[in-house]
């Protein structure tokens, strides 16, 4: 009887011990994306914006002051953001360059507020740090 008890208990291990890799429930990868907020000014005066996406990436970004960012891509990098003013009008653009999938200049273009165009060129150094 004690050798069965402890047939019993050993076989009990390797069978509490057995997975199923079917009922494996996969992790949801979905990303969790910023639709909407709010912002609160010192004086009181609040101010929504909206955020519209193609799957995860960017698209506009529009406030309720009328001023709206429309981004464009080359692949999953931005290549241009252009900024239009309350009025509708283009105030400012910048262009996106990259080396080797990594960012390596950017072309501020001024519309209104000043008429001039700022190059500004990035320096990788290594995988993860630009100087």
Same mark, same amino acid.
């Given at each position: 009887?004690?050798?069965?008890?402890?047939?019993?208990?050993?076989?009990?291990?390797?069978?509490?011990?057995? $997975?199923?890799?079917?009922?494996? #429930?996969?992790?949801?990868? #979905?990303?969790?994306?910023?639709?909407k907020y709010d912002?609160? +000014?010192?004086? !009181?005066?609040?101010?929504?914006?909206?955020?519209? +996406?193609?799957?995860?990436?960017i698209l506009e970004?529009?406030?309720?002051? !009328?001023?709206?960012?429309?981004?464009?891509?080359? !692949?999953?990098?931005? $290549?241009?953001?252009?900024?239009?003013?309350?009025?509708?009008?283009i105030d400012e653009?910048?262009? /996106? +360059?990259?080396?080797?999938?990594?960012?390596?200049?950017?072309?501020?273009?001024?519309?209104?507020? $000043? /008429?001039?165009?700022?190059?500004?060129?990035?320096?990788?150094?290594?995988?993860?740090?630009?100087?």
């Amino acid at each position: 009887m004690k050798n069965f008890l402890q047939i019993l208990l050993i076989s009990s291990l390797f069978i509490g011990c057995t $997975s199923n890799d079917d009922e494996v #429930t996969p992790e949801d990868t #979905t990303p969790i994306l910023l639709t909407k907020y709010d912002t609160k +000014y010192k004086n !009181g005066d609040t101010n929504e914006t909206i955020l519209k +996406y193609n799957g995860d990436k960017i698209l506009e970004i529009i406030d309720a002051d !009328g001023w709206k960012e429309v981004y464009a891509y080359d !692949g999953d990098n931005i $290549s241009k953001l252009t900024v239009f003013n309350d009025k509708g009008e283009i105030d400012e653009t910048f262009e /996106n +360059y990259y080396t080797d999938g990594k960012l390596s200049k950017t072309v501020d273009k001024s519309y209104i507020a $000043s /008429n001039e165009t700022i190059t500004y060129n990035y320096k990788w150094i290594n995988d993860n740090h630009m100087q």
